[in-house]
């Protein structure tokens, strides 16, 4: 069974920095590019970013030059760095196998003052 298990996320600061985690379990991980999404209350889910295999990446225009991505293959984690955050990057955010609906139960961003 496909398990994606976000953690990370919490209350910040405009300005400030999170770093999202994302374990996976239950399928061959390499295989798999692999996204982060977020949704915001009353807003379509909105891709942010993919990882390939090899750690190629692109981003959403919303969050480029602010946010990055990486994964470390050997452990099945995605991660998503999150620097300068705003208000409107408030959000449950999601990873996802690309081409998949999110899976897990997401974890809170919200950044407020």
């Known amino acids: 069974e496909v398990q994606l298990v976000e953690s990370g996320g919490g209350l910040v600061q405009p300005g400030g920095s999170l770093r999202l985690s994302c374990a996976a379990s239950?399928?061959?991980?390499?295989?798999?590019?692999m996204i982060w999404v977020r949704q915001a209350p009353g807003k379509e889910r909105e891709w942010l970013s993919s990882?390939?295999?090899?750690?190629?990446?692109w981003y959403a225009d919303s969050v480029k030059g602010r946010f990055n991505v990486s994964r470390d293959n050997a452990k099945n984690m995605v991660y998503l760095q999150m620097n300068n955050l705003k208000p409107e990057d408030t959000a449950v955010y999601y990873c996802?196998?690309?081409?998949?609906?999110?899976r897990g139960q997401g974890t809170q961003v919200t950044v407020s003052s």
């Open positions: 239950g399928f061959t991980f390499i295989k798999y590019t």
């Open positions: 996802a196998q690309i081409g998949r609906a999110p």
């Open positions: 990882v390939t295999k090899t750690g190629d990446a």
